[in-house]
């Protein structure tokens, strides 16, 4: 990369941020995170989480989900901590998730059915069969 002038260019694929490094536009540090050598600047993804009831825990179990599932990784292909992937997704909808154990612990112990902890996928999944049948 020339250290000269580049530029930022920040798009979302499939709601995911990619940084394309172009040339410097300005001569201000790039900003720094422990794992990786070079981060985007402050962004704004335009995108708000929902404030309908239940939709924050659903969104919690859903990105708690894919944790699990291994499929967040970082530029290198290693897995990410839980506590990063949260922040990633909180920024990206304007949304608080540094609570996401607690709430996660909180929801299983007032005794919630397991059928309502996974609605999310059930719906998820018939969302999905209605518009694959289109």
């Known amino acids: 990369m020339d250290a000269g002038n580049t530029t930022w260019i920040i798009t979302l694929e499939s709601g995911t941020p990619k940084v394309e490094i172009v040339r410097k536009v300005s001569d201000k540090p790039m900003l720094e995170c422990p794992s990786e050598r070079e981060t985007a600047p402050?962004?704004?993804?335009?995108?708000?989480?929902?404030?309908?009831?239940?939709?924050?825990?659903?969104?919690?179990?859903?990105?708690?989900?894919?944790?699990?599932?291994?499929?967040?990784?970082?530029?290198?292909?290693?897995?990410?901590?839980?506590?990063?992937?949260?922040?990633?997704?909180?920024?990206?909808?304007?949304?608080?998730?540094?609570?996401?154990?607690?709430?996660l612990t909180r929801s299983m112990e007032e005794n919630t059915s397991m059928e309502k902890q996974t609605e999310i996928f059930r719906l998820m999944s018939e969302a999905f069969y209605d518009r694959i049948q289109l």
């Open 42 to 103: 402050d962004w704004d993804s335009g995108l708000y989480l929902s404030k309908d009831k239940g939709v924050r825990i659903n969104m919690i179990r859903f990105i708690y989900t894919l944790g699990l599932m291994n499929y967040i990784r970082d530029e290198k292909g290693n897995k990410v901590p839980f506590k990063r992937v949260f922040q990633g997704f909180g920024k990206l909808f304007h949304a608080d998730f540094s609570r996401y154990n607690n709430d």
